[in-house]
């Protein structure tokens, strides 16, 4: 008799045998999707391996319903990749698998491409000028979103603005399965923009060398410096051998101009995932990404599990950004199995940034990485100017101090633009009563309510509860509701009221929410002429503002006394984005730091000596302290309702590691309250493992999960593993 093993999509490392019947034998195998009887209802599962013994009676063994798949859906090469990352992640492989599909294909749907139509620019649309279309503001929006590549609701555009743009022939309607020609036929090198600097021409050189097998490069450049470009020409060499590239990046929102230079320079289909994206259209970019039809893909972390007939190159823009790191479910870090994807594949990947994440230097500073460095600003741009401005006892107005104020004008008399960095929304971040100092705090996470003066409402910053505001205090009855503190709300209203004849734009989260804003903002700032930005670290990514000539960074002192061991670093990360906007092109631009503590070591560091600087004492702090990279943690998360289990099972699990694993170099801390000890009406907790050895915390976790998953505690609170945690 032939035994399937089957993983399904549930939290459990369970894997169920499940009999074949005879009429299926020749067909199945691993990788392949299945319907089986589960409980009383029928679920999908993916067979793993066929086995001709089953460790339990086969009489209680149910049969196979049906097949979905006859062929596996994972390349040996995914198959892999993922069961290593199950096992890492100590995740169950099931929710792995599923995690690494698209959502028609964990729904059940056929594997093969429907017919579907989509529209499509034509060759006229990508190049022409929306400006053009300022007599329909929404054909021009629509072809604006189409050249960016932004997805596009069709509840925001009705079918006649559509029939406007075909009649335009700007777009016209395709079946997806027939975009591609195929692309490695008529492949044609583009002619190069630019002459290269010595060292892009150099970084190039060696990755170009190295096509054929795994290198990881560190590839480390101020922002201007040409990264983009050096990506852009490694990946045209692949294109050329006929295979395909795949590029990282944080967040598509945040690089429309990144992605149009992709479309602008190469001739082949490319295709960019994002979160808007219907299930169908998924559905097609990866089959075609499988059969080698599309050439490039642009994607966020999870276009990691893209399939490839070809896979010839990975680039991972921006890799110290904390988004490529899950924060729920499978926790995975996209960097790090980039890594091993690319290892598995055996192909060069390229890991870009200006300020590279500690863990990355360190690896190209044992030589595990290659490190191409491009210290020089492409074009003519010259770096900033840095002044720390000393705030103790200056008057602050939303946080604004006088001498900085009087650069803001000065920078506009001489036409040129002013970026604000303020890393707080809202209007401010607290809502106090003025005569018995009740507070209004969000009754789920016992913390303050940011209070929204747009929005009118009350707003919970850690669950997102939005809520009425009080007319009276609760407490005491009186109407002197007073805001606290300021947001970045408030400083576009201070800066209206002292400038009111320049245009102020703020970009946050909140700004930025309505599809397609920020691309209209960003228009605006790029037509040029006197405007102010004010905005949080969103403003920091990846734009190109090359009229902004100063950037003032409102509040450091925040980042600096945390008690958090990575915010330093985070703090360094940001400003180095931050003060990289002023004075692109050729205008010099200047950076001004308010705080309260001027002589701050790290600051003066960071400033003075550059980011690699900050990033050596930093390292070596954390080797002196056995922190990570010198060291290997795992986070567990415990939270429950009433604030009993949780505790208990993490209580538990530090008496059973000390009963079963007394490994001197294990070290533990906890139970404690997690940073944030309540969140929407959970109580959470967690429990740090730490390690001098990789294996060895492994090996401890492996046999720990298996014991957890029997406890009663672990039934009655919802707990995770968290690998290599970026917080907490
Ligand atoms: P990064 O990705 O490091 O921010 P980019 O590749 O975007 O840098 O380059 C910054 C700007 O300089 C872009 O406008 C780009 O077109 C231009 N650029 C890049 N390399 C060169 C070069 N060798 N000569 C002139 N301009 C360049
Ligand atoms: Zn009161
Ligand atoms: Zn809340």
């Known amino acids: 008799m032939l035994i399937a093993k089957v993983v399904l999509p549930i939290r459990l490392h369970q894997i169920f045998d499940y009999i074949v019947p005879d009429n299926l034998c020749t067909i199945v195998g691993a990788g392949q999707r299945i319907k089986v009887p589960f409980g009383n209802r029928q679920a999908i599962g993916i067979i793993t391996a066929l086995s001709k013994d089953s460790e339990f009676e086969l009489d209680k063994l149910k049969t196979i319903h049906s097949i979905i798949d006859n062929q596996t859906l994972f390349s040996a090469k995914i198959w892999q990749l993922l069961n290593w990352a199950a096992n890492y992640y100590h995740y169950p492989l099931g929710e792995v698998l599923f995690h690494a599909l698209p959502i028609l294909l964990r729904q059940g749907k056929l594997a093969a491409l429907q017919e579907t139509q989509i529209w499509q620019l034509t060759e006229k649309g990508r190049h022409f000028d929306t ?31 559509f029939k406007g743009l075909q009649d335009k022939q700007l777009i016209e309607k395709v079946a997806i399965s027939s975009i591609t020609n195929d692309w490695r036929i008529d492949f044609q090198p583009q002619h190069m923009p630019f002459q290269l600097n010595q060292q892009q021409h150099t970084a190039i050189n060696e990755i170009v060398r190295q096509l054929d097998k795994f290198t990881a490069f560190l590839l480390e450049g101020v922002t201007g410096s040409g990264k983009t470009e050096v990506y852009l020409q490694a990946i045209q060499s ?57 050439a490039i893909v642009i994607g966020t972390r999870s276009a990691l599990f893209t399939p490839f007939s070809n896979l010839g190159m990975i680039i991972v823009d921006e890799e110290h950004d904390s988004s490529f790191k899950q924060q729920e479910g499978w926790r995975y870090h996209a960097r790090d199995l980039a890594i091993l994807r690319a290892k598995i594949e055996q192909i060069p990947i390229v890991l870009g940034s200006a300020t590279p994440s500690l863990e990355t230097l360190n690896n190209a500073y044992n030589q595990r990485y290659r490190h191409l460095l491009l210290t020089e600003r492409a074009g003519n741009a010259q770096l900033a100017k840095q002044t720390i401005l000393d705030i103790k006892g200056l008057v602050l107005t939303a946080g604004l101090s006088q001498p900085l104020t009087a650069k803001i004008k000065q920078h506009l008399a001489n036409n040129n633009q002013v970026m604000l960095f303020l890393n707080r929304r809202g209007f401010s971040p607290l809502l106090i009563c003025h005569d018995c100092g009740w507070i209004a705090e969000c009754p789920r996470c016992d913390r303050p309510f940011t209070y929204h003066q747009k929005q009118h409402k009350l707003i919970c910053h850690h669950c997102d509860t939005p809520r009425t505001i009080p007319t009276q205090c609760p407490k005491c009855g009186s109407t002197h509701l007073v805001p606290i503190g300021f947001g970045t709300e408030q400083l576009e209203q201070q800066l209206n009221i002292l400038f009111p ?8 989260r909140d700004s930025t929410q309505k599809k397609g804003s920020l691309d209209q903002y960003l228009q605006a700032i790029g037509k040029g002429g006197k ?39 985070r703090f360094a990360q940001i400003y180095m984005q931050v003060s990289g906007r002023a004075g692109r092109e050729n205008k010099t631009g200047e950076v001004i730091l308010q705080t309260y503590h001027p002589e701050h070591p790290l600051l003066n560091n960071l400033l003075h000596n550059g980011y690699s600087a900050f990033a050596k004492q930093t390292l070596a702090e954390r080797k002196s302290t056995l922190l990570p990279p010198f060291s290997y943690q795992a986070l567990i998360h415990a939270a429950d309702r009433n604030n009993q289990y949780a505790p208990q099972l993490l209580q538990k699990i530090v008496d059973w590691l000390h009963t079963y694993h007394t490994d001197p170099s294990l070290w533990l801390l906890g139970p404690s309250p997690a940073n944030q000890p309540k969140k929407a009406g959970y109580y959470r907790w967690q429990l740090l493992l730490q390690h001098g050895q990789r294996a060895k915390l492994q090996a401890i976790l492996s046999e720990l999960v298996i014991m957890i998953e029997k406890w009663s505690e672990a039934k009655n609170s919802r707990w995770s593993i968290d690998v290599d945690p970026i917080d907490g």
């Open 501 to 508: 004849t320049i245009p102020v734009t703020r970009i946050d």
């Open 131 to 161: 400006q053009l279309l300022s007599r329909s503001i929404k054909q021009q929006a629509l072809l604006n979103l189409l050249q960016a590549d932004q997805p596009v609701d069709n509840q925001d555009f009705s079918p006649a603005i």
């Open 531 to 569: 405007h102010i930005l004010v905005g949080t670290q969103i403003l920091a990514k990846g734009h190109h503002f090359p009229d902004v000539t100063l950037v003032g960074i409102v509040d450091v002192d925040g980042a600096l006394f945390s008690s958090d061991f990575r915010a330093t670093e």
């Open 238 to 294: 692949v294109l050329a051998q006929g295979r395909q590239a795949l590029v990282l990046v944080p967040e598509i929102g945040l690089t429309p101009q990144t992605i149009k230079r992709f479309q602008q320079r190469f001739n082949v289909p490319i295709v960019v995932l994002h979160s808007a994206m219907s299930d169908k259209a998924r559905l097609a970019a990866w089959l075609q990404c499988r059969t080698g039809d599309i």
